[in-house]
């Protein structure tokens, strides 16, 4: 019974209690997701959605799943082969390893590591890396640009999403996101830092590669963007990574600016979930919104009007913090 | 410096001006009809198919076999046939089928139709899965609408009520033959005098 206890109580338990549960919740999240997208662009544009299988067609997606594990893998003859095996997974793993440090309540964090933040910002960038392994190895033409673009977008929005995540973390002085959520248990931090919200809420746009910054994949110019090679299983799982994405950044941004699990009455679960999918939902709001903005004005965006504001918000946010 | 500030704001106005309005159209009712499973109500002046008027008077048709409109049809796809019954005066039909799949819709047979027999109807799901789908046979569709709206169902003549009705009729020309007959000699055996 001890040895059992002690078992339970161990790390490789909760590890792998952990990794079940994140994979579990990436594959519901995903489905759940993709369904949600096309139900709200289809009510902002006056259609029903997808209406046929399942209730208002809650279960489209898994159907649209097994068609896709059903297609053909096709690899092209000129392409570079291992680069382009890799790069699916490549853009899948730190996706699954930013959920490790992401705090669902006061207990249900597979591992509160004392660089959270700091993990998740360097992980994300990796999934630039996958998309121009993915692009390159395509040899394909349009896949090529948008993998370029994905780059080009990366420093444009890199740089301001840290400065802006670093005014909050002056302010609570810790890296560790449990010490974050914790700091606002009084007042969130959207509403000392609105400034940095939107700041945030911007470059995460960017990052997850959606509208108006869907610059790689921009499918009315570049026919699918970096993934234009790619079918079945392996396209799948690029869709599947870009929404786990979205379901990351909007974690972060709900533990930075939105108080994470503080909440009444409900547990803090369920209003750390609440809290996430309205931040996924403002996203695809904009991306029924607002059209694609092109790559020299996202650029000039970045450095002209992103950069100068993150720095003078972190600024100002340190003279307040030295002079109170 | 103050127009960078100003184009920022400005910038930033519009883009929460452009998602009041998606917010806008995401709260209101859609207005895609699912279309198997709703219906929606068609203008009077839709041109569907040609179907035969209810009167409101006798609550049945009012065509009388006269085949204008078979023999107007562009198409030639309405075959009529009628009959006269015993105790009526004029003929009646017992036989209207509409052989929709060639109809152009150009509205011929309702323009010349003497009685105003013929109306245009407001169905427009037409799809069917065989050829036969797309025959309307005109008074079996009379008697479902008598019955939605229901009116009393006109019968559709039987073989069998022809018959009789032919024959009938029959009877009598020879009755009325004999009897004009019977009453003026016949005109040859004047002359024969």
Not at chain 1, 250 to 272: C, Y
Not at chain 2, 85 to 103: L, M, S
Not at chain 2, 123 to 141: N, Q, S
Request: overall charge neutral; glycine content about 6%.
């Amino acid at each position: 019974m001890e040895q059992v206890g002690q078992l339970l109580g161990s790390d490789v338990v909760r590890i792998l209690a952990g990794l079940i549960g994140v994979i579990a919740l990436v594959a519901v999240n995903a489905l759940f997701l993709i369904w949600m997208e096309r139900k709200v662009s289809a009510h902002m544009q006056l259609r029903p959605g997808p209406m046929e299988v399942g209730w208002h067609g809650a279960i489209q997606t898994i159907a649209d799943a097994v068609k896709l594990m059903g297609k053909e893998l096709i690899t092209p003859e000129e392409v570079d082969r291992p680069i382009f095996y890799l790069a699916p997974i490549v853009v899948f793993l730190p996706v699954l390893l930013c959920f490790l440090v992401i705090p669902f309540s006061q207990t249900m964090i597979v591992r509160d590591m004392n660089v959270g933040i700091v993990l998740i910002l360097a992980f994300s960038t990796l999934t630039v890396l996958a998309i121009l392994m993915g692009g390159w190895a395509s040899n394909n033409k349009y896949a090529v640009f948008g993998a370029i673009r994905s780059v080009a977008q990366n420093i444009a929005y890199e740089i301001p999403l840290l400065v802006t995540v670093m005014s909050i973390i002056l302010m609570v002085g810790s890296f560790k996101l449990t010490d974050i959520v914790a700091a606002q248990s009084r007042c969130w931090f959207i509403l000392m830092q609105p400034l940095a919200f939107i700041l945030f809420i911007i470059c995460a746009t960017a990052e997850t590669n959606r509208t108006p910054f869907d610059l790689p994949e921009a499918e009315s110019e570049l026919v699918a963007g970096f993934h234009t090679e790619y079918s079945g299983m392996r396209f799948a799982l690029f869709f599947l990574a870009e929404y786990t994405n979205m379901f990351i950044v909007s974690a972060v941004a709900t533990v930075l600016f939105l108080g994470g699990w503080h909440g009444p009455i409900l547990p803090g679960v369920v209003w750390f979930l609440i809290k996430v999918y309205a931040v996924i939902f403002l996203i695809m709001w904009f991306r029924w919104t607002f059209p694609r903005v092109r790559f020299d004005q996202l650029v000039t965006f970045a450095w002209k009007i992103l950069i100068p504001l993150s720095f003078a918000n972190l600024l100002l946010t340190a003279l307040l913090l030295k002079i109170f | 410096m103050m127009t960078y500030f100003k184009e920022i704001l400005v910038g930033f106005w519009s883009l929460l001006m452009g998602m009041a309005v998606t917010i806008r159209y995401f709260t209101k009712p859609i207005v895609t009809v699912q279309y198997p499973r709703e219906k929606i109500e068609m203008t009077p002046r839709y041109r569907g198919y040609p179907q035969l008027i209810i009167d409101p008077e006798t609550h049945t048709h009012r065509c009388i076999a006269c085949e204008m409109c078979s023999r107007i049809c562009p198409s030639q796809l309405i075959t009529v046939e009628g009959t006269k019954f015993p105790g009526e005066k004029q003929k009646r039909a017992t036989k209207y089928v509409h052989e929709h799949y060639y109809c152009s819709l150009c509205g011929l047979c309702t323009e010349v139709c003497p009685t105003t027999a013929l109306e245009y109807s407001a169905e427009y799901r037409l799809a069917g899965f065989h050829r036969a789908d797309a025959v309307i046979d005109h008074l079996t569709l009379l008697q479902q609408r008598q019955k939605t709206a229901s009116l009393p169902v006109t019968p559709v003549p039987t073989d069998a009520d022809i018959a009789a009705a032919v024959a009938a009729e029959a009877a009598a020309k020879e009755a009325k033959a004999a009897a004009a007959a019977a009453k003026k000699p016949a005109p040859g055996a004047e002359v024969k005098e």
